[in-house]
């Protein structure tokens, strides 16, 4: 079970959205798995992921000390190292890629490497099976969301939806995406920074900047 399971859109809608899991089991393969992750995240890094996370934090990290004049000026650039070196203990980590090329070449490698601990893929059904099949990997099991039932009519749209759900944990709300749809159509703020906003609260690193820009881009240009 992965918590990107239920990001929500049409398949087509995956063609940005790789993600790139790396995970020991409990007393079978976890001692000495905090460097093989780190090495892990090190391959990954090679291949330009649009977010990285290692259970803990994300690539766009939290800051200390800021008050609200200076939210909207805050570096947007990822933080690698920082993700990489805060592995501490064996557990989950991962990185988002923006194209199914970058995916295939980043898994490349780590097959290569060898690292003894379980990599899965999460993206669309067929984007998956295509990047297995590209790197020599028989797909042995899929996991399906059967998507969302809402029989009273209370779930917000399909835009919000898409970009809430990128945070699995369901830290991204439904509120904030919103909000974000609503500065970015007004022009009260670029598309970079509500990206990073919503990128922010996920704190596992898997939410996806490049597609919750691409969506924002679309909501933008249908209000234009």
Not at 44 to 54: D, H, L, S, T, W
Not at 63 to 78: C, G
Not at 83 to 97: E, L, Q, R, Y
Not at 182 to 207: I, K, S
Request: glycine share 8%.
């Amino acid at each position: 079970m992965t918590n990107t399971l239920h990001r929500y859109g049409k398949s087509s809608s995956f063609r940005d959205d790789f993600i790139v899991f790396c995970i020991p089991s409990a007393g079978k393969n976890d001692q000495g798995a905090v460097e093989r992750q780190k090495a892990f995240l090190r391959i990954c890094a090679k291949y330009e992921p649009v977010n990285m996370g290692n259970g803990n934090r994300g690539s766009f990290k939290p800051e200390r000390h800021l008050d609200p004049r200076s939210h909207w000026t805050r570096d947007l650039s990822p933080d690698w190292e920082g993700v990489i070196a805060g592995v501490s203990k064996p557990g989950t980590v991962a990185a988002v890629f923006d194209s199914k090329e970058k995916a295939e070449a980043c898994l490349r490698d780590v097959i290569e490497a060898d690292l003894g601990l379980s990599v899965n893929v999460s993206t669309s059904v067929t984007g998956a099976k295509e990047v297995a099949e590209c790197c020599g990997i028989p797909r042995h099991s899929v996991e399906y969301s059967l998507g969302f039932t809402d029989p009273h009519d209370h779930l917000p749209n399909s835009q919000v939806l898409a970009l809430s759900t990128m945070c699995g944990h369901g830290m991204v709300s439904f509120n904030m995406a919103r909000k974000m749809l609503d500065m970015v159509r007004e022009g009260r703020r670029t598309t970079e920074q509500a990206v990073a906003t919503l990128a922010r609260f996920c704190p596992c690193g898997v939410y996806n900047p490049a597609r919750a820009r691409r969506l924002l881009e679309e909501a933008r240009k249908q209000t234009a």
